[in-house]
């Protein structure tokens, strides 16, 4: 801690600080409690200056020196003994030692057995040292400035004779700008997001280091710097007493800095961590000049082409319609690729490509360049343009086209019409019920009578169409008919209508079966066939029991029809027909065992 110091020196007999006898014992008053007094005429009291001290100094110790020598003489007169040990001084902010005083010490003269010679002979010098806490904590110390000599033995009086005052002061920290000449930056003109150099200096008037704090800095459109305004940056410094030291700031402005003119300012201390003397000057900016924010060009999202389509050579002409320069920007435009074949500069740009060709263009200016915005000029084939008579829009197929990459007037680029020499009649036209086909699509009064019915293809000839092939029109077209029955469009005698034939092996009246109508032809359950009503592997017509699975097509009696569905295939058994069970057996099933008499076969149908 940095201290600065005053002293004060007094003479016996002149006293630039002294004691203040008026409102201590006289020396006949100083029975039985003796004190060493200056007499009235040995110093006149005084005060302390200070005033040469700087403005906000606190007073952080108070050094006393004191020289006494023999007075020659006791205090009371009568040459009783003067016991001396102690000595107090105390400093008393009021020249008659009442009122609040600063400090008070208690001291050994110095002596090894902890008192004075008993005569004091020679002149003895005793400094006493001490921080004034009780002046720091603002606790008065109610007491006069005295000086008191305890006598231990007897001996002549003591007397001051010198007395050497130092007073000892901080001043707290106090920060504030350098001023005009130690501050700049650059550049003077800048765009949001480019770099700043700002230089300032900070003084701290205190004897006593500031510690850390921190500095902001500011962009004002005012030249009143606050919080409030545009923040760019900071940094953290500490300056020792009676110091000054840079305050410098580099980087980046915000991004999103509006364009415009400001002040660049910076507050100290702008956190308060540093308890100042005084507050009040802790904010300064540069008075000399502003920084230039400049603005940032918006890339082009919207540019036009007119016409979009050209002939080979012709003009097309291109214009940026939405997007926004910056300072001192233009469109700028490339026909290669962004920013490669430059070609001008203009909102607006004339081109006569000979090819499909795409453009580019861009801002550029004093904050850069923006991405850039493509268009592409399309340069058409020689295009077929056809006669339109009735001037509905529509062409005649009919007429000779002529053909151009620009359009023809009296001439459109299809041939759509269905009758050019009445406006009414064009894909567009609404279908009215007048047998006529009015809207071109092929089909008449279709809106007025409702959806045309479907018809379905006949490629057999049998009556009987696909489902799989239909076409809706109101007239019927030639093979088609308006039922979707057939199984087989390639077999005249497989439809619907047709009758079993069962030695064909086909699914005739198509219900899904195969010569399976044996009450038609007692021949069907021979012939071959593909269906499989038990699902045993055995075509029905070869299965001994159709509607049974037996896919071993056991006949243990030999009797056509499997043991599986057999009723009576007990009769071919060795157990009941070859040794003589036939008692227990009814007599009807003996004699169809003897006749072998054949029942029907089971029936086949589903």
């Known amino acids: 801690?940095?201290?600065?110091?005053?002293?004060?020196?007094?003479?016996?007999?002149?006293?630039?600080?002294?004691?203040?006898?008026?409102?201590?014992?006289?020396?006949?008053?100083?029975?039985?409690?003796?004190?060493?007094?200056?007499?009235?005429?040995?110093?006149?009291?005084?005060?302390?200056?200070?005033?040469?001290?700087?403005?906000?100094?606190?007073?952080?110790?108070?050094?006393?020196?004191?020289?006494?020598?023999?007075?020659?003489?006791?205090?009371?007169?009568?040459?009783?003994?003067?016991?001396?040990?102690?000595?107090?001084?105390?400093?008393?902010?009021?020249?008659?030692?009442?009122?609040?005083?600063?400090?008070?010490?208690?001291?050994?003269?110095?002596?090894?057995?902890g008192g004075w010679d008993d005569d004091v002979e020679n002149d003895q010098d005793i400094e006493l040292d001490r921080i004034c806490e009780s002046f720091f904590d603002g606790e008065p110390v109610n007491q006069g400035w005295y000086l008191d000599v305890w006598d231990e033995s007897f001996g002549d009086m003591a007397e001051l004779a010198q007395l050497e005052v130092w007073i000892?002061?901080?001043?707290?920290?106090?920060?504030?700008?350098?001023?005009?000449?130690?501050?700049?930056?650059?550049?003077?003109?800048?765009?949001?997001?480019?770099?700043?150099?700002?230089?300032?200096?900070?003084?701290?008037?205190?004897t006593v280091p500031s510690g850390q704090f921190e500095v902001d800095f500011y962009a004002s459109q005012d030249s009143e710097i606050s919080a409030a305004d545009h923040f760019i940056g900071s940094t953290i410094m500490s300056i020792g007493g009676e110091q000054s030291a840079a305050c410098d700031w580099f980087g980046p402005l915000p991004d999103d800095l509006p364009a415009g003119q400001y002040w660049i300012g910076w507050i100290i201390d702008a956190r308060d961590d540093v308890a100042e003397s005084d507050e009040t000057n802790n904010i300064a900016r540069k008075r000399g000049y502003k920084l230039t924010v400049n603005s940032i060009s918006q890339a082009p999202t919207q540019i036009s082409v007119e016409p979009s389509s050209v002939c080979p050579g012709d003009r097309a002409t291109l214009t940026?319609?939405?997007?926004?320069?910056?300072?001192?920007?233009?469109?700028?435009?490339?026909?290669?690729?962004?920013?490669?074949?430059?070609?001008?500069?203009?909102?607006?740009?004339?081109?006569?490509?000979?090819?499909?060709?795409?453009?580019?263009?861009?801002?550029?200016?004093?904050?850069?360049?923006?991405?850039c915005g493509a268009v592409t000029v399309t340069v058409a084939d020689a295009t077929a343009w056809y006669a339109d008579v009735d001037g509905d829009g529509y062409g005649d197929p009919e007429s000779v086209p002529d053909y151009s990459c620009a359009p023809i007037p009296g001439k459109v680029d299809n041939n759509g019409d269905c009758d050019d020499t009445r406006a009414d009649w064009n894909p567009d036209a609404p279908e009215v019920r007048d047998g006529l086909d009015n809207n071109c699509n092929?089909?008449?009064?279709?809106?007025?009578?409702?959806?045309?019915?479907?018809?379905?293809?006949?490629?057999?000839?049998?009556?009987?169409?696909?489902?799989?092939?239909?076409?809706?029109?109101?007239?019927?077209?030639?093979?088609?008919?308006l039922n979707a029955a057939d199984c087989d469009d390639t077999a005249p005698g497989a439809n619907p209508g047709q009758v079993i034939d069962c030695a064909d092996g086909v699914d005739n009246d198509c219900d899904g079966l195969i010569d399976e109508d044996e009450s038609l032809d007692p021949a069907c359950r021979t012939q071959p066939g593909t269906d499989d009503l038990?699902?045993?592997?055995?075509?029905?017509?070869?299965?001994?029991?159709?509607?049974?699975?037996?896919?071993?097509?056991?006949?243990?009696?030999?009797?056509?029809?499997?043991?599986?569905?057999?009723?009576?295939?007990?009769?071919?058994?060795?157990?009941?027909?070859?040794?003589?069970?036939?008692?227990?057996?009814?007599?009807?099933?003996?004699?169809?065992?003897?006749?072998?008499?054949?029942?029907?076969?089971?029936?086949?149908?589903?």
């Open 534 to 606: 038990d699902g045993d592997g055995i075509a029905d017509a070869e299965d001994n029991c159709p509607e049974t699975s037996n896919p071993d097509q056991a006949d243990s009696n030999g009797d056509g029809i499997g043991d599986a569905c057999d009723p009576f295939n007990a009769c071919g058994a060795q157990l009941l027909c070859g040794q003589g069970m036939l008692s227990v057996l009814p007599l009807i099933f003996l004699s169809l065992c003897v006749m072998k008499i054949r029942l029907p076969r089971p029936s086949r149908r589903r």
């Open 320 to 371: 940026v319609v939405k997007g926004a320069l910056g300072s001192n920007a233009d469109w700028v435009w490339y026909s290669r690729g962004c920013g490669d074949g430059y070609l001008a500069e203009g909102a607006a740009l004339e081109v006569f490509p000979r090819a499909t060709s795409t453009y580019y263009v861009r801002g550029e200016g004093d904050c850069g360049t923006t991405d």
């Open 1 to 113: 801690m940095t201290t600065s110091v005053q002293a004060y020196v007094g003479d016996a007999g002149t006293g630039l600080l002294a004691l203040d006898c008026e409102y201590v014992y006289a020396c006949a008053q100083c029975t039985p409690d003796p004190h060493i007094c200056i007499p009235d005429e040995g110093f006149a009291a005084a005060d302390i200056n200070i005033s040469a001290a700087p403005e906000h100094a606190v007073v952080t110790a108070v050094r006393v020196k004191l020289k006494i020598q023999d007075a020659g003489e006791h205090c009371d007169g009568s040459g009783s003994a003067m016991y001396c040990s102690d000595i107090r001084i105390q400093l008393n902010s009021n020249q008659h030692m009442l009122g609040q005083g600063w400090a008070l010490w208690d001291a050994n003269p110095g002596r090894t057995d």
């Open 442 to 481: 092929g089909q008449i009064d279709e809106d007025v009578y409702g959806p045309p019915p479907i018809w379905h293809r006949d490629a057999d000839g049998d009556g009987y169409g696909v489902p799989s092939d239909g076409i809706a029109a109101w007239q019927q077209p030639p093979g088609y008919v």
């Open 168 to 206: 000892c002061y901080v001043v707290p920290p106090d920060l504030f700008d350098g001023g005009e000449t130690t501050s700049a930056f650059s550049p003077v003109a800048a765009c949001p997001g480019a770099e700043l150099d700002v230089h300032c200096t900070i003084r701290n008037a205190g």
